[in-house]
């Protein structure tokens, strides 16, 4: 990370603002690029506009830093974020460095794209709580991510590695007074493209009507840009659709920037460290770059991320593993097609195949649970995800022997299945199976429980329960905390063991 003061490469000579080069010299390996980032997300749905068609030239030649920005108005993201969560992690995988940018800064402020109201103002202690915690999420995917498929050849073979950078844009702020703002930022600021910004518009047609704190926020997103390229080269801004103008106030700002200061040749002239990079030409500040995704519905047109009007978080202790593996098990067949080339690393080749067998017997849902591991794996970890594929078979499979019964897969079903607790100290001769399926509920009497038993009708972790009156040992108990009684397919009761 470049440190230092918030205007590296900008200065005030005679009441203009100077661009010099990054201080940070990058070289770029002839290999270290794979395939057309752009063209890969365009194939699987993911690009909705660019802001000129020089990006597709730029990121086939050579490796560039791309940013995305966080509005941390929560202490963790939310499914809704996935879609550029993935843009970032696929111009990763295609050899491009990445910046994830969490608004520590303008988080105070808030940005009004989308809203029709404007955001409570947010105190401080809150503020950095949710900085920290987007961060926390955001590496936990990208950790997950590198180690997701063929994450490590994709990358390119080239000696260069791309990296992941993660930047709290307070950094830019700290020591950044109103009246320099506005003095030198404020004056490229045009009032007309300002206004005619379609979050701008809406709100200003509203009732409420719009802050100066909301207005000047896409000042703010753009000079945001502008620091990215000056500290750490970053030339590309990503975003949802409803972030395009944000994007291009960064774009626009720094072309004012460019036109105001002293000719390229200059620039050159003065800059020793330009004889260090690989390409004066290429590397020269003329464009920022912009590019946005779609958003989201479901085939029924209804706004992708929530269930029962209930935000689906990408933190466990929000939405659990198991509860995330539901949500997209529970994707319509309309819509599970376009959410694997979304929120996967499959290829679409592999895509196509999952697609063509679950159209063979869709009642399986062979292609929701593909995309449910998948998802679950990248978000919270390949045991996380089995775990939350086992919990599903133990719930909801007609399957008698339920597959990969560990404690770690109950527990994400307490509390979603019916439980009974049971002291340790009752085990031993005076609790037999009999009475277990009494207390369990899935008999009505010791009777009823040993004629189902001996018709072959219960089971005990698994396995058929063969003599009604064998006592129920640690043995039948997983690892000291859970067993799962079962009554012919369906029915399914969690045992758990507690201490006295």
């Known amino acids: 990370m470049v440190r230092g003061s918030c205007w590296r490469g900008l200065s005030r000579q005679a009441n203009q603002l100077v661009f010099s080069r990054p201080t940070l010299a990058i070289r770029y390996s002839s290999t270290g690029i794979n395939t057309n980032v752009l063209d890969s997300l365009r194939q699987r749905g993911m690009v909705k506009d660019v802001t000129s068609p020089e990006l597709e030239t730029l990121v086939s030649r050579r490796p560039v830093t791309v940013y995305c920005g966080f509005d941390p108005t929560a202490d963790t993201l939310h499914v809704g974020n996935l879609l550029t969560i993935m843009g970032l992690a696929h111009f990763y995988r295609h050899g491009h460095n990445v910046i994830g940018l969490v608004g520590g800064a303008t988080g105070l402020v808030g940005d009004p794209s989308g809203r029709t109201t404007e955001r409570e103002v947010m105190q401080q202690e809150a503020l950095d709580k949710n900085v920290s915690g987007i961060s926390e999420t955001l590496q936990r995917i990208f950790k997950n991510a590198m180690q997701s498929g063929d994450a490590a050849t994709e990358v390119g073979t080239g000696s260069r590695k791309p990296t992941v950078q993660f930047v709290n844009n307070a950094e830019f702020y700290s020591d950044l007074s109103v009246l320099d703002f506005m003095a030198t930022v404020g004056r490229f600021a045009k009032m007309g493209p300002m206004l005619g910004k379609d979050s701008v518009r809406s709100r200003l047609a509203s009732g409420d009507g719009m802050s100066f704190a909301e207005f000047s926020y896409q000042l703010f997103q753009g000079f945001d840009f502008v620091q990215l390229h000056q500290r750490y080269g970053c030339e590309v801004q990503i975003g949802g659709s409803d972030q395009w103008g944000n994007i291009t106030a960064g774009t626009d700002l720094f072309h004012s920037i460019v036109a105001s200061s002293t000719s390229s040749s200059e620039i050159d002239a003065a800059d020793p460290a330009a004889s260090d990079m690989t390409s004066t030409a290429d590397l020269s500040p003329k464009s920022l770059f912009g590019m946005t995704m779609p958003l989201i519905t479901t085939a029924a047109g209804e706004k992708f991320g929530k269930s029962a009007g209930n935000a689906i978080w990408l933190r466990e202790d929000k939405t659990s593993p198991f509860d995330l593996f539901q949500f997209f098990l529970r994707v319509t067949d309309e819509d599970v097609g376009s959410y694997l080339r979304y929120f996967t690393f499959l290829s679409l080749d592999s895509v196509d195949q999952i697609v063509a067998k679950h159209m063979e017997a869709p009642e399986a849902r062979f292609a929701q649970n593909v995309l449910a591991k998948q998802v679950t794996t990248l978000i919270h970890g390949k045991q996380a995800a089995t775990s939350a594929a086992a919990a599903t078979e133990i719930l909801f499979s007609n399957a008698q022997q339920p597959a990969a019964l560990t404690s ?93």
């Open 408 to 500: 770690e897969a109950i527990q994400h079903i307490v509390g979603k299945a019916p439980s009974v607790q049971v002291t340790l100290s009752s085990l031993g001769d005076n609790l037999t199976m009999a009475k277990l399926c009494v207390l369990c509920g899935v008999a009505q009497s010791n009777n009823e429980a040993r004629r189902t038993i001996k018709a072959g009708g219960i089971y005990l972790n698994g396995k058929r329960v063969e003599e009604p009156f064998a006592a129920i040992t640690e043995l039948d108990v997983i690892d000291g905390k859970y067993s799962l009684m079962q009554r012919g397919q369906k029915k399914r009761v969690v045992v758990e063991w507690v201490t006295d």
